[in-house]
């Protein structure tokens, strides 16, 4: 199963979205709270090429984008492999 980040704030709809999401789809994640954290927000900001809202959502390393990022992979159908991805 692939590693799964997810920076989130407390307060923000679409990280509960996306989180809803992946816990519909049943697999773990990481999460990472930028509120209680600054330098976090600022590690995420880093590996997410400058985007500062969240969520900011990585899989494998690999920069998903945010929550519309991951709801239009899952329309087109490309989320399942990659979460299935070993």
Do not use: W
Request: glycine share 8%; hydrophobic share 40%; charged share 25%.
């Amino acid at each position: 199963m692939p590693m799964i980040e997810i920076y989130t704030s407390p307060l923000c709809g679409y990280c509960h979205a996306a989180k809803r999401m992946l816990n519909d789809k049943g697999v773990r994640f990481s999460e990472v709270d930028v509120a209680a954290d600054p330098a976090k927000r600022q590690e995420m900001m880093g590996r997410a090429n400058g985007r500062h809202t969240v969520p900011q959502i990585f899989i494998d390393d690999s920069h998903i984008g945010g929550y519309d990022d991951l709801a239009a992979l899952d329309r087109s159908g490309k989320l399942d492999p990659l979460l299935a991805a070993e």
